[in-house]
């Protein structure tokens, strides 16, 4: 495929994935956007559930007054208009559930719902109505109880169906959310005042004949309405409208100063058996009043969750458009950046590619384009005029990097043969198996390449006592070999001019601080044998901890880590003393072993290391180093090693007894 099918190609894939990327936003802009008419339509639903649940509450009230005989006959005027209150509403709502179509869940199972509510309303409402004529006055009292108890199971229902309609769409944005909460809190708390003022109207009318139940449930009403007002306050932490919050605050207010406490009065007073200071139409007008400031802060949050919907409404439709917009704007970007590609990019590509292939094929004669544009075609065209001039110089540069390439693998093999050598004089400093003063020791060492940052080392003191260290350079190579000589050198003297009485801390201290700055860091265990007192320490600077492999096989961990040296130059150390009796050992060792990683890259580990240590405890040490070296060279699966590896065993050896010692 030719550049200029392949630039055409890559504008017109470019393009269409910008419109397909715009068109994706739109696509998502218009669900948005029917998701905000869908919540639109379940508001509106809602709020005519919660108004016709209010009127029905009210009905249910001033329908059971008038069947206990304490509503006035003016108040048959009243029953009728909430009646029609309640079926206005009703049918509303089926008329908007019928509007929205699909955009609601389960729109069929919700209209049934709604008609057989209002059918079962409609019967209710003829059997009281046939309980209120004159000739039946004594029997509707018996009546007024199962009136009642329809009609709060009707109440039920429909905020039953509000609640399923709103966890069916559930509002995303939370101060929807919120206000869609405070009005299900707001229904409880209306309902529970609701239904005690039907039942204490019905209490203080007879309040001798009041029994235990009917107190019960004025106190459970009471108690209900409690926790709705604790449920709204614990709404209020999300920033609502200040509007919202007045409303909510006003109605509070007067529940808790006017209502509340006049409830409480009249339950201690059925309670007590004491006359009450309110009569039934007393009550029931207080009750009306503290019913309708809870009306209002419920159309408060309903005109709040409107005016939010409506808001929503609207940015998504401008949003829909504006991305539309965009959409045709990008196809004409499309088509014109194309145009321009191909007149201004692909035809001046083919003149040069020409041109290219001919320079290429040595004709050195053929014409090039000319051309005095300013951008990179220009600068491409300029190159090949100077490409000819440039044939003779890269020939002559070839050559000599010919002869270059001769003395580089000379200097190579020189560099390898001075690595050998020095890697053998690094395995000379290190102190073969041998045994100091009732302490043998054995060592194993194995480079990651010729020459390794690991050294340690075995020194006799002239006190009687055997000093040792180990060390590990960071890094690897040529740098931290240098860096491990001079370690050795320093240490092995450190260890053999100490001064009696000299703690181990203070030279390892002494070398932290005078150790250069510009050369790495390293960790080390410096520690001592007293084969007189059976005592051993060590100083450990960042090393991994060293095991003690007791004589019974037991294996101990000693030390917990410390800082490398020529870390932090203000860095102490502690020295770690523990017994080493007859036939104990100390197995010393650097992170290349532990940190060995096999062929499915997992490390060595300290815990395989101190499972292979147990499994042979009761092996001679070299015995035990030359059983570690074939696992880890199976663990491995090859014969190099990522990083360095050493380690130095000592083993505390039994005393020997004279020959004319007395038993």
Aim: hydrophobic share 40%; with cysteine.
């Amino acid at each position: 495929m030719k550049i200029r099918h392949i630039l055409l190609i890559l504008t017109a894939f470019l393009g269409v994935a910008l419109l397909v990327a715009v068109a994706l936003q739109i696509r998502d802009e218009l669900r948005e956007y029917q998701t905000a008419k869908r919540m639109a339509a379940s508001n509106t639903v809602r709020e005519q559930l919660l108004l016709g649940t209010d009127a029905l509450e009210s009905e249910r009230s001033q329908t059971y007054v008038r069947l206990i005989g304490q509503g006035k006959e003016a108040g048959a005027l009243e029953l009728r208009e909430v009646r029609r209150q309640v079926d206005d509403l009703l049918n509303t709502a089926e008329r908007e559930i019928v509007a929205a179509g699909g955009g609601l869940t389960n729109t069929d199972r919700s209209l049934a719902t709604l008609s057989r509510i209002h059918r079962e309303i409609e019967t209710l409402r003829e059997q009281a109505d046939g309980f209120l004529r004159p000739a039946d006055g004594m029997r509707s009292e018996e009546f007024a109880p199962r009136w009642f108890q329809e009609a709060t199971r009707l109440v039920g229902e429909l905020q039953s169906s509000r609640m399923t309609i709103l966890q069916q769409e559930r509002p995303l944005d939370p101060v929807l959310r919120t206000e869609a909460n405070l009005r299900a809190f707001a229904a409880i708390l209306s309902e529970s005042i609701a239904r005690n003022q039907a039942l204490m109207s019905r209490a203080l009318a007879s309040p001798s004949s009041v029994g235990s139940l009917e107190i019960d449930a004025i106190s459970q009403n009471a108690g209900r309405a409690e926790l709705a007002w604790e449920l709204i306050d614990g709404q209020l932490t999300v920033p609502l409208s200040e509007s919202v919050r007045e409303s909510v605050a006003r109605t509070h207010e007067n529940y808790s100063t006017t209502f509340a406490p006049l409830q409480k009065s009249m339950l201690a007073a059925l309670l007590g058996k004491v006359p009450p200071s309110l009569g039934p139409e007393e009550w029931y007008g207080l009750t009306e009043m503290a019913l309708g400031n809870i009306a209002l802060m419920q159309r408060e949050l309903l005109r709040s969750s409107r005016e939010r919907l409506e808001a929503e409404l609207s940015r998504a439709r401008r949003s829909v458009a504006l991305w539309s917009v965009l959409l045709l704007l990008g196809a004409a970007a499309v088509l014109v950046s194309i145009l321009v590609v191909r007149r201004r990019v692909v035809r001046p590509l083919e003149g040069l590619s020409h041109a290219m292939l001919r320079l290429a094929d040595n004709d050195l004669e053929t014409p090039l384009p000319r051309s005095s544009r300013g951008d990179e075609i220009g600068e491409m065209n300029d190159a090949l005029r100077v490409f000819k001039a440039n044939a003779i110089q890269r020939q002559r540069t070839q050559n000599e990097k010919q002869v270059l390439h001769a003395r580089l693998r000379e200097a190579y093999g020189q560099l390898q043969k001075d690595l050998e050598a020095a890697a053998v004089i690094q395995r000379t400093m290190l102190p073969p198996s041998s045994r100091l003063d009732g302490v043998e020791y054995h060592g194993l060492f194995r480079p990651s390449s010729h020459i390794a940052g690991d050294t340690y080392n075995v020194v006799r003191r002239t006190d009687g006592s055997v000093g040792f260290f180990q060390v590990d350079v960071a890094g690897h190579g040529a740098a931290a070999a240098l860096v491990s000589v001079a370690c050795h050198h320093t240490l092995s003297q450190a260890i053999l001019t100490r001064t009696q009485g000299t703690p181990l801390e203070e030279i390892a201290v002494q070398i932290n601080e005078e150790w250069p700055e510009d050369l790495p860091y390293f960790t080390m265990i410096l520690g001592e044998i007293d084969p007189r007192s059976r005592r051993a320490s060590i100083i450990q600077a960042g090393h991994p901890s060293p095991l003690v492999i007791r004589s019974d096989g037991a294996v101990e961990v000693i030390g917990e880590g410390g800082f490398p040296v020529g870390m932090l130059p203000a860095a102490s150390y502690d020295r770690l003393e523990f017994d080493l009796d007859p036939g104990d050992r100390l197995f010393i060792y650097s992170d290349g072993l532990v940190e060995a990683e096999g062929q499915d890259g997992e490390q060595f580990s300290e815990g395989r290391l101190r499972t292979l240590v147990r499994e042979a405890a009761a092996d001679p040490s070299s015995v035990l180093l030359g059983r570690l070296d074939d696992v880890l060279r199976n663990w491995r699966g090859s014969e190099t090693l990522d990083d360095d590896l050493s380690v130095l065993m000592l083993e505390r050896l039994a005393e020997r007894i004279p020959a004319n010692a007395v038993h």
